[in-house]
């Protein structure tokens, strides 16, 4: 084990830890009549007590601190005066930078008492997460992973979102590779041992084509749904290891 290898696995681990808890924070501010601007706010805050930066603020000219994405909104939702209200369901996706490192995690959250179907796309959108970490294999491929997420959520009789999906991470917020939520066995790029990558599918309840939108001044678009029908995603920040994997952004 070289000294930088050591150093990044260190630095990594430490800036998961701390996306880990920067999103239960987030997750401890859902509640009925929350903006979503003062999550982003509180958020913000409580990153910057860490001593840490919020790799969204200024990203390709990104505005906030989080991404806020509720009900419909697939996912870079940006944070707003909208309150939330009883039955919606909101993911919020933190990223501190901890000395230079990125961790990057996102969870979906209930609002209150919230629809059936509201419980079954959440549930099968971390699902999903997790079916797509535990085939990672230090021989394996981004491919492994896609395949893995499209089978369990086409089961399920929703569709994953092709156009984004998961990405190297480390001392850059989004590096390659690109790790899809869909898939062949074998196929895409091969997983590299002691580097980063994310794994955030993102799950619909149809295969429609997104609707995108612009944010003011940035080069970062924000993603709906085409009907108004649900989205969910989950994401966690992933070490491959030279026997395996270590999730970085878990507590
Ligand atoms: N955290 C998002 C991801 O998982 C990226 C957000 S980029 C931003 O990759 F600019 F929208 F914040
Ligand atoms: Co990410
Ligand atoms: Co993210």
């Known amino acids: 084990m070289t000294p930088e290898r050591l150093s990044f696995i260190k630095g990594m681990e430490k800036a998961g830890r701390l ?38 603020l200024g990203y390709h000219g990104y505005p906030k601190a989080t991404c806020t994405s509720v009900n419909d909104v697939i996912c870079h939702g940006l944070p707003n005066e909208y309150k939330l209200k009883n039955g919606d369901i909101i993911n919020v996706d933190v990223t501190p930078v901890l000395e230079g490192f990125f961790g990057d995690t996102s969870g979906t959250f209930f609002v209150g008492d919230v629809s059936e179907k509201a419980k079954d796309i959440t549930d099968c959108a971390k699902n999903a997460m997790l079916e797509g970490i535990k085939v990672i294999t230090p021989q394996g491929t981004t491919g492994d992973i896609g395949f893995a997420i499209n089978k369990y959520v086409t089961r399920r009789g929703y569709a994953t979102v092709k156009e984004i999906g998961g990405h190297g991470i480390g001392r850059k917020f989004h590096d390659d590779p690109f790790v899809p939520s869909f898939g062949k066995k074998g196929k895409g790029d ?45 994401e966690h920040t992933i070490l491959i290891t030279d026997t395996g994997y270590e999730i970085l952004t878990q507590i």
């Open 190 to 234: 091969r997983l590299k041992p002691y580097t980063c990558i994310t794994v955030e599918p993102m799950v619909n309840e149809n295969d429609k084509p997104l609707k995108e939108f612009a944010i003011p001044d940035s080069s970062i678009m924000y993603y709906s749904t085409a009907d108004g029908t649900l989205s969910a995603q989950f």
């Open 19 to 56: 996306a880990a808890e920067t999103l239960k924070y987030a997750e401890s501010l859902i509640r009925i009549g929350i903006s979503t601007n003062e999550i982003d706010q509180a958020v913000l805050d409580f990153i910057l007590t860490r001593g840490a930066k919020a790799g969204p």
